[in-house]
């Protein structure tokens, strides 16, 4: 089961009209999330990167940390943008996944080791991945969205985590995999959001920009 969770307030009916030249901002370096934003034909003005500073606090649930690291990287995002411009006109979105077994928060995994000992945890077990959704629209509004998905790996033997680990993607990914890539092949089961998994669930960021005024259609025509 999914679970979802929001901080979004029932959006008015000035909050769904259309926001005239609308643009998008990315605030993430990440190459999955704008190619996952541009597979539902939205193509972001910019990319403005947060750099924050992400270890977890002490007893903070993964569930927190990554709502937390969303708006953090959405205020970071927020104060660069302002400062290159007056801010008006954008849609700021920022995004955080958080790769956990129960309440143990995984790395995201930069070196050999670190990765191995993250494929090595999840091997044959369950673990649950929460990426949560951070937006800012040009009236000021607020809102995000959690999602919660489970996974579930196959018993991964010494040759496949020594062959994932010669690939190279694992690195700088949460909990030292990236289900898009090699790893799929690990996956028993998962219940939730694949888009989600990667890096931006697709639903939830659309239904968000949508139930703002983004024109999150405007290009579907063109690329029929």
Do not use: N
Request: net charge positive; hydrophobic share 45%; proline share 6%.
């Amino acid at each position: 089961m999914t679970a979802q969770t929001s901080t979004a307030e029932p959006a008015t009916a000035a909050a769904t009209d259309p926001v005239p030249e609308a643009r998008l901002i990315l605030a993430s370096a990440s190459p999955r999330r704008l190619a996952l934003l541009q597979q539902i034909g939205i193509e972001p003005a910019a990319l403005l990167p947060a750099d924050i500073d992400e270890t977890p606090r002490k007893s903070e649930a993964p569930r927190e940390l990554a709502r937390r690291l969303a708006r953090e990287k959405l205020a970071a995002a927020e104060a660069a943008h302002r400062r290159r411009t007056d801010g008006a006109g954008a849609f700021l979105l920022a995004a955080d996944t958080v790769v956990a077994v129960g309440r143990r928060v995984l790395p995201k995994a930069e070196i050999p080791d670190e990765a191995a000992d993250c494929l090595r945890l999840l091997s044959g077990r369950q673990h649950r991945v929460y990426t949560a959704v951070s937006l800012l629209t040009p009236r000021g509004a607020r809102r995000e969205r959690l999602v919660e998905s489970r996974v579930r790996f196959k018993r991964l033997s010494g040759r496949e985590i020594a062959g994932y680990l010669a690939s190279g993607e694992w690195r700088g990914k949460a909990g030292g995999y990236a289900i898009q890539g090699l790893a799929e092949a690990f996956v028993v089961k998962l219940v939730g959001s694949h888009s989600a998994v990667v890096g931006l669930p697709l639903y939830e960021t659309m239904s968000l920009l949508d139930g703002e005024g983004f024109p999150v259609r405007a290009r579907w025509g063109a690329a029929a």
